[in-house]
């Protein structure tokens, strides 16, 4: 049998290999992608497609990026992996300095994970045995808005949108959390005092049993594209500190220039107990993640019974993912990532004429993120055969579709992409 994979058995593929959200009874076409190259994906069929997704949200740079090759293939040479149980090595080492030096400058103790999701099971784990460790073992709920996304894992699903969340079917076996409303005062608008007010009243009822409370900074991802005002991030800082409550910033789909500043919190001017990151962090390259956070954190949980945090993955720390990870975001700093975020900003006002199409609700912008909100959700594999059809990649989901191109792209590619997505709608290919 050939290793060099020229072909792609799809019929196999479609019977026996189960992908993301999608039935194994009558499963989502696939398309069969033999190699990427820049902002292309190749198909075996012979179309490259613009990607507009950036492999969700984590291929900054584009594909096939001679420097990120080179990073793992010389770092292959030296050790693919070694445990990171009584070992460490440079590429972690030179990473977690990275991550130190370019985070909020209070987190300055760093936990690799393998990704996001479980960076997020290592945030609770945190702040439950932060609170544990201090003699409040009755602090070990976390607290929440609706419509948020954390993750497939079981302790980060408990804290994704209770009624709407892919997660929902699985209540009643998942944590019981505390849920508050979800962010309403849209970032560009004035921010609604009254959200403000009815914060506190969850804070003040509820904080003698929360551990934490967590949020993805400024933009609800999966859960709607939600752009809220800096201000509902800001309260939320205020009462965390008023109710002695930890605040956990998930800034894996944010993180690393996407929304505009380099991490989103940085919109609110606050810093969070604990931070995690990750998609982007190799550049699209290898699964990798970050949970960051104090040393105020970190001492109160090795002063308690266990005196180590109470997590350690078989691939923590893996050299190859650590030295990728740390030429990508040497390349970012490099490439003036500003510039390139405020000219897919500027680019992405091409989605405004959507405006005009009767199926669009809304049309919104943040960094490099353009979302168009139909009123009805969208038929997946006929709006995607579409845009195979145009030459571009989108992946919809819900009422949304949304781009989050590599910070590479063109405007040539931003207009087709745009493009693509008012003629789909226009034509009824939804």
Not at 91 to 102: D, I, S
Not at 172 to 190: A, C, K, N
Not at 271 to 293: E, N, Q, R, S
């Amino acid at each position: 049998m050939s290793n060099n994979y020229t072909h792609i058995d799809t019929e196999f593929d479609r019977e026996h290999i189960w992908h993301p959200y999608t039935s194994m009874l009558n499963p989502l076409p696939n398309y069969p992608v033999t190699h990427a190259e820049g902002t292309r994906i190749y198909l075996q069929s012979g179309e490259a497609l613009i990607d507009g997704m950036a492999s969700w949200w984590s291929a900054l740079h584009g594909y096939n990026h001679p420097q990120l090759n080179e990073a793992l293939q010389s770092q292959s040479n030296n050790m693919s992996h070694v445990m990171f149980g009584g070992i460490t090595h440079a590429p972690a080492v030179e990473l977690c300095k990275k991550l130190v030096a370019m985070t909020p400058k209070a987190l300055d103790k760093v936990f690799l994970a393998d990704g996001g999701s479980v960076s997020v099971e290592v945030a609770i784990k945190m702040a439950v045995q932060y609170w544990y460790s201090q003699g409040h073992k009755q602090k070990h709920k976390l607290m929440t808005p609706q419509k948020g996304y954390h993750g497939d894992t079981f302790a980060a699903m408990s804290v994704c949108d209770p009624v709407n969340s892919m997660h929902s079917m699985y209540r009643g076996f998942l944590p019981e959390q505390i849920f508050v409303p979800p962010p309403r005062s849209r970032f560009h608008e004035r921010f609604d005092a009254e959200e403000a007010h009815t914060l506190e009243q969850y804070f003040a009822k509820h904080h003698h049993e929360v551990a934490a409370f967590i949020i993805e900074p400024i933009v609800q991802n999966a859960g709607g594209m939600n752009f809220y005002h800096p201000d509902y991030l800001k309260t939320v800082r205020q009462l965390c500190d008023r109710y002695e409550i930890l605040l956990i910033c998930d800034e894996i789909a944010t993180g690393f220039g996407r929304t505009g500043t380099l991490f989103a919190v940085e919109h609110a001017d606050i810093t969070p107990d604990i931070m995690c990151v990750g998609k982007a962090l190799t550049g699209g390259y290898m699964t990798l993640a970050a949970t960051l956070t104090t040393s105020h954190v970190a001492r109160g949980i090795c002063e308690g019974e266990a005196g180590v945090l109470m997590h350690g993955p078989t691939f923590m720390g893996n050299p190859l993912a650590c030295a990728v990870a740390n030429k990508s975001l040497e390349l970012l700093l490099d490439n003036n990532w500003q510039g390139q975020i405020n000219d897919i900003h500027h680019w992405l006002g091409a989605l405004e004429r959507c405006r005009e199409l009767a199926a669009v609700v809304d049309v919104r912008r943040l960094g490099a993120i353009g979302v168009v909100e139909l009123n009805s959700a969208v038929d997946v594999a006929k709006i995607q055969q579409f845009f195979v059809s145009q030459g571009v990649w989108i992946r919809p989901f819900g009422k949304l579709i949304y781009l989050m191109p590599p910070f590479v792209s063109s405007k040539s590619d931003i207009q087709r992409l745009a493009t693509a997505i008012y003629d789909a709608i226009a034509q009824g290919h939804y």
